[in-house]
């Protein structure tokens, strides 16, 4: 299907509780094209009132929905997982044209999101409880797994598809309701998906897709409303502590993916080459726009040079373009404040004394572009080994010491994942243990897997999306005691 025959043929409305409807003040807002810098179409703009509407659908289906047979959930998701494979392409060209990334990198994207649909229908026979004696033998123990209820789940915008699955799988599975707030610069992906929802037979009322250009006026009322019993969010460290203390004035159950500033370390007993192919998918995936992304290489000063050389190489034969064109290798930043955040980290640290081996501009032309980056003898005070890069620029840092290079890794309040290179076992197991990170990559530079935990620690967040321990984010445990 063309790009414009695909706009033109989009559920643009709100999905309240599985229905197409408009806002409820009529308004829209538009979606860019951030290649172009021009709008794609507009989107229906959900207000407070639109969320108490999705919320009073998800209510009323909450008891039907934690009823349904387990396996009729599942069954449920896997069609829905069929569905999206049938329509890969599409959903490829629609997240390549309103968020920016190339198509290779949209197709890795419909595979990967679908699976959590697929990964988290089988989780749902599988939810479990347990009937024990009690050690003291005056009765038995019975525990027991239920929904947690009406959840709100809020997505970013890197990765529009996955974001959102990685959510609805397993609160799906579990037995809630969900209302999705989508990101306001890529909302069609999540409307799409609305669509597939309805055409996998998802029972009326269960599922909500509400866009809106003001996040808080309709998820602020949803937070205070006793009706919602879980909040979900990936996105930034600042808007999920924000969530956080909103949600502790009800306790409600809160999953927070935060923000990330993996390090990457390449030691000196590395495969090299192998380093620098894991370095390119840790740092280039997704134009670096990921909370995932290597944003600090620490190399050992021994093969350093060989290691800038060869990386230096592969990020200058990146090809740079809109998504859709074929050989676009790395696409446009999504949009005008992301590219002068970057910018002001490259600036910054080249004011200071880094050095600029490939990069480090914002091309010319339309749309939101900045040049695949290299950057060495980084400055220690240089703001982009605190702060999170989210664009294609890779800083190198050297060291001398195992020591040096796990204390360089773990001085950041974040701890999402770190990536490493060795050939040691034993250097594998003893850094693995050393990193204070949720995740950890050993000699691996993509590790995202629907049948593992993703999370992390310190200031990247709480609770864990995706393996066996997903669906528990969306469960509550009920002890019986009987006699």
């Known amino acids: 299907m063309s790009a414009s025959a695909l706009i033109s043929s989009l559920p643009t409305d709100l999905w309240l509780g599985g229905v197409q409807a408009t806002s409820a003040s009529g308004a829209r807002f538009a979606v860019l094209n951030p290649a172009t810098g021009e709008e794609l179409t507009t989107v229906a703009d959900a207000t407070a009132a639109d969320g108490i509407t999705a919320l009073d659908r998800a209510a009323e289906a909450q008891p039907g929905w934690a009823a349904t047979p387990a396996r009729e959930r599942a069954e449920i998701l896997r069609r829905a997982f069929d569905l999206l494979q049938e329509r890969a392409a599409d959903f490829a060209l629609l997240m390549t044209l309103e968020m920016g990334k190339s198509l290779a990198e949209s197709h890795g994207e419909v595979k990967y999101g679908s699976e959590f649909l697929r990964w988290f229908g089988e989780e749902a026979v599988r939810i479990g409880g347990r009937f024990t004696p009690a050690p003291a033998g005056n009765g038995s123990i019975l525990v027991t797994k239920s929904p947690v209820g009406p959840v709100l789940a809020i997505t970013p915008w890197n990765f529009p598809l996955a974001m959102g699955t990685r959510k609805i799988g397993p609160a799906l599975a579990a037995g809630c309701t969900v209302i999705v707030k989508p990101a306001e610069d890529t909302p069609l992906t999540m409307l799409l998906l609305g669509q597939v929802f309805a055409d996998a037979g998802l029972p009326s009322g269960v599922l909500s897709m509400l866009p809106t ?36 004035d009800r306790l409600l159950r809160t999953s927070m993916e935060l923000g990330g500033n993996a390090p990457f370390i390449v030691f000196d007993d590395a495969d090299i080459d192998a380093a620098v192919d894991g370095a390119m998918l840790a740092k280039m995936r997704n134009g670096g726009e990921a909370c995932t992304a290597a944003n600090r290489l620490y190399v050992a000063n021994s093969v350093r040079e060989e290691f800038t050389a060869k990386l230096t190489a592969r990020i200058e034969a990146l090809t740079v373009g809109p998504g859709d064109r074929e050989g676009t290798d790395i696409g446009p930043l999504i949009n005008d404040k992301q590219r002068r955040t970057v910018t002001a980290l490259v600036d910054d640290a080249v004011a200071k004394g880094a050095r600029v081996r490939t990069g480090g501009a914002a091309p010319e032309g339309p749309g939101f572009f900045y040049a695949p980056t290299v950057l060495d003898s980084i400055p220690a005070d240089a703001n982009l080994l605190q702060d999170e890069i989210f664009g294609p620029v890779a800083a190198i840092v050297g060291f001398d010491t195992e020591d040096e290079a796990v204390a360089a890794a773990n001085d950041t309040r974040y701890g999402l994942v770190a990536y490493f290179y060795t050939e040691s076992l034993d250097r594998a197991l003893r850094v693995s243990a050393a990193l204070d990170t949720g995740m950890v990559g050993v000699n691996r530079g993509a590790i995202s897997d629907a049948a593992a935990p993703f999370g992390g620690v310190k200031e990247s967040g709480f609770g864990r999306e995706g393996g066996s321990e997903g669906i528990e984010e969306y469960l509550d445990t009920k002890y019986i005691a009987l006699r």
């Open 213 to 248: 250009s003001d996040a808080a006026s309709v998820t602020g009322p949803l937070m205070d409303d006793p009706r919602l019993r879980k909040i979900t969010f990936t996105g930034s460290t600042g808007v999920g502590k924000l969530l956080v203390r909103n949600a502790a």
